[in-house]
């Protein structure tokens, strides 16, 4: 009787540790801890121009941005200076300044989230130094995406707005035409927004902008500049509830925060453009997860079961060889 209950004690335990080791463990996905994050960014100025020059045939770019963030990120400059060769005598040129100029982003595995402001502010062109492209009090820009939830974008415009000196009335989600004789005239697009299933994206004023100032040098300046973005993708897991996507507004702004300039603009990076931004620029590195899997207790306890029950058939063998010879002589 004890050699058969010793038998089926070891063999119980031979196997119950790959059950253990096998079915214990809980499962986790493959590539990484939960949902994938959210992406969000913001920016508070985009400009994409062409400065023509009156001495040379060629046109110098002026592509630059101000307080451009992407998650999780924030900037909060209130001056952007530019040098541009053949305007000036070569002095930097300054393009925006504003009490406040604020960009954030935001993005974790639950919600992503943009925002961009700008409070008393004005914007110039090369070649009109004393006379602002466009004045205004404030303008904010917001895009949040939650998971399990429609994505939604909004931007405002608040107080009053002067384009090229003339206060402008604008009408929501409209186009307003500005133009002054011997200046240029600039088509101004007010509130446009754009959300889709998964994506938002905001913005409170695009104007493309044809002037000829024939002053520093400057025959003529073309092109894009935005005022306040935001930008953000819904985290992944759950789908977005029904009824909640759909774009609003006028015109579709790139979700990703990349606009690109209107018109002829040329690629950035022209060397006759130089940016000059004090400060260093935000950090929009994500942090890696680390960690050890919660299985481990599991597998280290199986493991430990088997070397047990090893052990325990080995004496078994041992005591029951010994014991043979014993028996045969009685």
């Known amino acids: 009787m004890p050699r058969r209950l010793a038998a089926t004690l070891v063999a119980t335990a031979l196997t119950a540790g790959p059950a253990v080791l096998l079915g214990a463990a809980p499962a986790h996905a493959t590539g990484g801890h939960g949902p994938a994050r959210g992406t969000s960014g913001a920016v508070v100025l985009r400009a994409g121009l062409n400065v023509g020059l009156l001495n040379k045939t060629l046109d110098v770019p002026l592509n630059t941005a101000l307080n451009e963030v992407h998650a999780p990120a924030s900037a909060n400059k209130t001056a952007l200076t530019v040098n541009l060769d053949g305007i000036g005598h070569g002095e930097p040129f300054s393009v925006l300044r504003a ?37 205004v009090q404030q303008v904010t820009a917001t895009a949040v995406c939650e998971a399990g939830k429609a994505p939604r974008a909004t931007s405002n415009v608040l107080g009053s707005v002067r384009v090229l000196g003339k206060k402008v009335t604008l009408t929501a989600g409209g186009t307003t035409d500005v133009k002054v004789p011997g200046v240029g005239e600039v088509r101004l ?19 493309n902008v044809s002037v000829n100032p024939l002053k520093l040098n400057v025959a003529d300046v073309r092109g894009r500049v935005t005022l306040v973005q935001a930008s953000c993708t819904t985290p992944g897991g759950k789908a977005p509830r029904p009824g909640g996507s759909g ?52 597998l280290a306890g199986g493991a430990a079961l088997l070397v047990v029950a090893g052990a325990g058939s080995m004496v078994y ?14």
Do not use: C, M, W
Not at 317 to 330: F, H, I, K, L
């Open 189 to 207: 697009d007010l509130s446009k927004k754009s959300t889709t299933a998964r994506k938002a994206a905001a913005t409170a004023l695009d104007l």
């Open 99 to 135: 009490d406040v100029a604020t960009a954030r982003a935001t993005a974790d595995h639950r919600k992503a989230e943009g925002y961009a402001n700008l409070v008393h502010a004005k914007v110039h062109l090369p070649g009109l130094p004393l006379l602002s492209l466009i004045e």
């Open 247 to 298: 774009g609003t507004g006028g015109g579709q702004p790139q979700p990703g925060g990349d606009t690109k300039p209107a018109g002829d603009s040329k690629p950035a990076g022209g060397k006759d453009a130089q940016v000059n931004q004090p400060g260093s620029r935000p950090s929009t590195q994500n942090l890696a997860e680390t960690g050890g899997s919660s299985a481990t207790p599991y």
């Open 317 to 330: 063998a041992r005591r029951r060889r010994s014991a043979a010879p014993q028996t045969g002589r009685g």
